[in-house]
């Protein structure tokens, strides 16, 4: 079964600091990733896609993605209380599969 | 450009019945997914639809069905209801299929089974 794993959260993190978001992923053959952020009661919205090993950059997220580790990352740099949500990891090959989610709190 | 309509945005079923839900895509958008999201298992995939056709279906039972309308108009049935379908249900359009393009989600349809 091919799974998404994110790391356990809440994360807690000051406002201004580097929020770390971690994902790992089981199937190889996955050529799509993506972050997207959920606030309380909306629904998912798209903030970042990654498509090839390295890192991607906009505005004060970053994206890194290591194929040969299974491995995607997001940080968010000078973090913003509104940045306070829950964020999927996504992952496709032939669909997109989330997973679970890790819950960020920034606080003021 | 109008995004993700979903309708109905709440309903409440009784164990047995069943239940329609509809999405229609951002234009120009030919594929829909469909989407679970409960507070236990997260967002779980359903099926996706491109042009009318079922492309993909994840591991949910027979009683979930969908289908694809010429106008990329999409709508999904969960037939004899349980107690654990209620959950929120996530609609998505892209402009390519298989996940390779990025999804837009509708605000959901929210069911509750009692």
């Known amino acids: 079964q091919k799974e998404v794993e994110q790391n356990s959260g809440p994360l807690s993190v000051p406002e201004g600091a580097i929020a770390s978001l971690n994902c790992t992923y089981s199937d190889r053959g996955s050529q799509s990733f993506f972050w997207y952020r959920q606030y309380s009661g909306k629904s998912p919205e798209l903030i970042m896609s990654?498509?090839?090993?390295g890192d991607k950059e906009d505005g004060r997220f970053t994206a890194q993605l290591n194929k040969a580790s299974q491995y995607v990352s997001l940080l968010i740099r000078d973090s913003q209380p509104s940045d306070s949500a829950t964020y999927l990891c996504a992952v496709s090959y032939d669909k997109v599969i989330f997973g679970p989610g890790t819950s960020l709190s920034v606080i003021p | 450009k109008a995004g993700v309509t979903q309708t109905p945005r709440y309903l409440i079923k009784t164990r047995g019945q069943q239940v329609t839900l509809s999405c229609s895509p951002i234009?120009?958008?030919?594929?829909v997914s469909w989407y679970q999201q409960t507070p236990g298992q997260g967002l779980q995939f359903l099926f996706e639809?491109?042009?009318?056709?079922?492309?993909n279906k994840g591991n949910f039972p027979g009683r979930f069905s969908g289908r694809q309308f010429s106008n990329s108009r999409s709508e999904m049935n969960v037939s004899t209801l349980e107690l654990g379908d209620s959950a929120l249900y996530l609609c998505a359009s892209s402009f390519m299929e298989g996940g390779t393009g990025e999804l837009f989600f509708g605000e959901g349809s929210r069911l509750t089974v009692l």
């Open positions: 990654i498509y090839s090993n």
């Open positions: 234009s120009g958008h030919r594929s």
């Open positions: 639809y491109f042009s009318e056709t079922q492309r």
